[in-house]
Nanobody, 115 residues
Framework: QVQLVESGGGSVRAGDSLKLSCVAS????????MAWFRQAPGEDREFVAA????????VVADSVKGRFAISRERAKNTVGLQMNSLEPEDTAVYSC????????WGQGTQVTVSS
């Protein structure tokens, strides 16, 4: 089992930056792919970014490419999502996922961007 706890969400203005963190516990996640998803009210869950925890290889959705970056700190079992130049359209609940022989989800953290 893997437990995931997100933090770093909040209310900001357009153009601001936020960094989200996802801390994993329960077992080592070196074999996992870690990802961020988001879900706005009334919308489907949307993939944002993913990273191989072992290799550091990343994938970022086209909708946020150039503004968002995913990273990991192996010693802290932590994955981060740096979000720059935030737009009102980025408003959503952001959730962390750990994928390996199954998918584990965190509770999510709210990000609200006002114009």
């Amino acid at each position: 089992q893997v437990q995931l706890v997100e933090s770093g969400g909040g209310s900001v203005r357009a153009g601001d930056s936020l960094k989200l963190s996802c801390v994993a516990s329960g077992r080592t996640i070196n074999s996992f792919a870690m990802a961020w998803f988001r879900q706005a009210p009334g919308e489907d869950r949307e993939f944002v970014a993913a990273i191989s925890f072992e290799s550091g290889t990343t994938v970022v959705a086209d909708s946020v490419k150039g503004r968002f970056a995913i990273s990991r700190e192996r010693a802290k079992n932590t994955v981060g999502l740096q979000m720059n130049s935030l737009e009102p359209e980025d408003t959503a609940v952001y959730s962390c996922a750990a994928v390996w022989r199954g998918t584990y989800w965190g509770q999510g953290t709210q990000v609200t961007v006002s114009s």
